[in-house]
């Protein structure tokens, strides 16, 4: 049988759906291995939760049933509670205009400039030439 969560459902209700059919399987005398039963339903996630089961799949440790059934009760209500939220108050990214930015760095950089070939000049001043032995011009 293959089964697949969709969008339009809640991930909690499709993990509960799961696990009612893993029950139905013990009581006939199958036992799934409770580690297979949280990557299957980690796999079957839809694909809009694809990245957040990546994290899942890759954490250290052995996630229990239990523990999988609080994160993504946890990750559900989050993600309704952002959705809800209007747009001016969800979390967001703070990006530094790239042109003002390169701006910025170009003008410290002039200024860094500036000094570095002053002090060049004044280093150069005091020494000797080597093709005419001479001094500072």
């Not at 059919?21 to 013990?26: G, P, V």
């Not at 150069?124 to 011009?137: E, L, M, S, V, Y």
């Amino acid at each position: 049988m293959r089964y697949q969560m969709v969008e339009d459902r809640s991930v909690v209700e499709h993990t509960h759906e799961i696990i009612n059919l893993e029950h139905a399987l013990a009581d006939a005398g199958i036992k799934l291995p409770e580690k297979f039963l949280v990557m299957s339903i980690v796999e079957k996630f839809p694909k809009f939760w694809e990245n957040f089961g990546m994290t899942l799949k890759h954490q250290k440790g052995r996630l229990s049933l239990d523990d999988l059934m609080i994160t993504i009760s946890i990750e559900e209500e989050y993600r309704n509670q952002t959705h809800k939220m209007p747009v001016e108050h969800q979390p967001r990214a703070n990006l530094i205009v790239g042109k003002q930015r390169v701006n910025k760095i170009n003008s410290n950089s002039k200024a860094i400039n500036k000094d570095k070939t002053a002090k060049n000049k004044k280093s150069k001043a005091n020494k000797p030439r080597w093709n005419c032995g001479q001094i500072g011009h």
